[in-house]
Antibody, heavy 119, light 110 residues
Framework: QVQLQQSGPGLLKPSQTLSLTCAISGDSVSSDSAAWNWIRQSPSRGLEWLGRTYYRSRWYSAYAPSVKSRIVIKADTSKNQFSLQLSSVTPEDTAMYYC?????????WGQGTLVTVSS | QSVLTQPPSASGTPGQRVTISCSGSTSNIGRNTVNWHQQLPGTAPELLIYADNQRPSGVPDRFSVSKSGTSASLAISGLQSEDEADYYCAAWDDILIGWVFGGGTKLTVL
């Protein structure tokens, strides 16, 4: 079955770039029936969808308006994984970050990475 | 402030039936299917119900969903202690062009 394994640093300083990776097993990041999402969860904002990438003859990415100017989600086909980069982080970006497989439903989730932004 | 509205808490005794509501709008629940996720303490959300009322393998039929217009409800019958968790509704929003979630309902089994 599909499994997602997240990795990446958990502590950042303000203005740094958050970088997380989600390694896929049991599926292909290039599957034309999948979409690869990033979602975060915090007590103040609840569950918040950040964006997704997917392959349909070419690569597409879509982002939530709240982070659109700071986010990049991209696939690495050589490693069968996808990544999240969120630039210029502030303490408000402190949250548990999850990757998840779609398109619908969000059937499989990664284990989560707690990211703390603090000076 | 979450796009979908859920009550923050719900409770019941073992064996009881409880319901959790989820209210949205025409751009999300009104046009697209609703999914429900269960989150046990310290773990990632897990898919509980999808496509309005489909259960992944392993999810008992004690869990069911009803939907009408821009609202949906999750019903749990024969409540068990292991059902104590946070429950989230989710739907795709055609205007925001992304997933939207409820604020979550913490279910306590008394």
């Amino acid at each position: 079955q599909v499994q997602l394994q997240q990795s990446g640093p958990g502590l950042l300083k303000p203005s740094q770039t958050l970088s997380l990776t989600c390694a896929i097993s049991g599926d292909s990041v290039s599957s034309d029936s999948a979409a690869w999402n990033w979602i975060r969860q915090s007590p103040s904002r609840g569950l918040e969808w950040l964006g997704r990438t997917y392959y349909r003859s070419r690569w597409y990415s879509a982002y939530a308006p709240s982070v659109k100017s700071r986010i990049v989600i991209k696939a690495d086909t050589s490693k069968n994984q996808f990544s999240l980069q969120l630039s210029s982080v502030t303490p408000e970006d402190t949250a548990m970050y999850y990757c998840a497989r779609g398109p619908s439903p969000l059937r499989v989730w990664g284990q989560g990475t707690l990211v703390t932004v603090s000076s | 402030q979450s796009v979908l509205t859920q009550p923050p808490s719900a409770s019941g005794t073992p064996g009881q039936r409880v319901t959790i509501s989820c209210s949205g709008s025409t751009s999300n629940i009104g046009r697209n299917t609703v999914n429900w996720h269960q989150q046990l303490p310290g773990t990632a959300p897990e898919l509980l119900i999808y496509a309005d009322n489909q259960r992944p393998s392993g999810v008992p039929d004690r869990f069911s969903v009803s939907k009408s217009g821009t609202s949906a409800s999750l019903a749990i019958s024969g409540l068990q202690s292991e059902d104590e968790a946070d429950y989230y509704c989710a739907a795709w929003d055609d205007i925001l062009i992304g997933w939207v979630f409820g604020g979550g309902t913490k279910l306590t089994v008394l």
